[in-house]
């Protein structure tokens, strides 16, 4: 279990999430999407929480993308592409505007995980 956890995290360390193992349980967040201006702003952070049950050789793994505006955010045209197979979405946005802007992967995690798994032999369980 610790190979597989360790391996997770490195990944996640690598591609610049802020992630730390606590017990059975791996937390990870990255801000992706910043726009500002003086009149407001826009954030978009994506979070994962991977649990670790090494009797069952199971991982639990849940993803969740925030996004939060504050007064009146900038101008942003946004570019989006969303897939959906089952309960599994992908989905690619880029926001470009006057006050900043950024590209986010929603799932890309959720695939280097279930590969990680596959190649442990572990099973890989995604949550809503």
């Known amino acids: 279990m610790t190979d597989l956890k360790e391996q997770v995290l490195a990944r996640l360390k690598a591609e610049g999430w802020d992630a ?5 349980t791996l937390a990870a967040t990255k801000e992706v999407i910043l726009s500002k201006w003086f009149l407001g702003s826009r954030r978009v952070k994506l979070r994962i929480a991977c649990q ?4 069952a050789k199971t991982l639990r793994y849940r993803e969740t993308a925030t996004e939060v505006a504050t007064g009146m955010p900038p101008p942003t045209i946004s570019f ?8 599994e979405v992908t989905e690619k946005r880029k926001d470009v505007g006057v ?20 190649e442990a ?8």
């Open 80 to 87: 989006n592409t969303t897939r959906q197979n089952g309960l």
């Open 99 to 118: 006050g900043g802007g950024g590209l986010m992967h929603y799932g890309e995690a959720r695939q280097w995980a279930q590969n990680a798994c596959a």
């Open 52 to 55: 670790f049950d090494e009797s």
């Open 20 to 24: 730390a193992i606590s017990g059975t």
């Open 121 to 128: 032999g572990w099973i890989f369980q995604l949550k809503l």
